[in-house]
């Protein structure tokens, strides 16, 4: 099987929203042991009606997915597909990654509350993801730290941007390595022209 299998890989990013909302309110209710009556009589709906929110046949209105959030006890934010750009939304983007992944939160060696870092299996597929990106983070900034124009800058940023948005084809993209072996063996012969030019004087 490739990186991107279309079979697979894509399968969860083209389910409709209304699925994902679905398996949500499924399992938090499950956990609450509610069953689908329970709920149904809590938001003024059937069973039925509940089991066609949570296999994804129909979608919750935003008025009613508050109720639902509401009869499980938690925020709709728990309910709804993570937005990312903010705050809240990150953190349960973070919930459903660690959940979905089976990844751990924990403190870094220096114990700081703040500085909290997600910590993989090494036997988890997302081990082999985060090392590339983990890896791929140092390189950049260390080329940032030698970069000696804003040219040089932009190049180093757009190439890490260009993997990320390339993830997972960039794991495998013999173009972006090579290029990126490229502006590395440009960057050793200036640095090498200027090494032999102190020497010279």
């Not at 979608?59 to 934010?77: H, Q, R, Y």
């Not at 941007?161 to 490229?182: G, V």
Request: negative net charge; aromatic residues 12%.
């Amino acid at each position: 099987m490739g990186i991107l299998d279309k079979n697979e890989s894509f399968n969860f990013d083209f389910e409709k929203d209304a699925y994902r909302i679905g398996r949500r309110i499924k399992k938090i209710r499950t956990e609450r042991g509610m069953s689908q009556a329970d709920l149904g009589t809590a938001v003024g709906l059937s069973a039925d009606r509940i089991q066609k929110y949570e296999n994804g046949a129909r979608k919750p209105k935003n008025d009613l997915l508050f109720e639902i959030a509401g009869a499980l006890e938690v925020s709709p934010w728990a309910l709804l597909d993570p937005n990312t750009m903010t705050y809240y939304g990150a953190m349960y983007a973070l919930f459903e990654i660690a959940e979905n992944f089976d990844m751990k939160i924990e403190k870094t060696q220096e114990g700081h509350i703040p500085s909290m870092c997600i910590t993989v299996d090494f036997k988890n597929q997302m081990y082999r993801y985060f090392e590339a990106w983990y890896e791929l983070e140092q390189r950049t900034e260390t080329e940032l730290e030698t970069a000696t124009s804003e040219k040089e800058k932009d190049e180093i940023k757009q190439f890490y941007n260009s993997w990320k948005w390339n993830f997972p084809k960039a794991l495998a993209d013999k173009t972006a390595k090579n290029l990126q072996k490229e502006r590395i063996k440009s960057k050793i012969e200036e640095l090498q022209e200027a090494y032999e030019k102190l020497n010279d004087e």
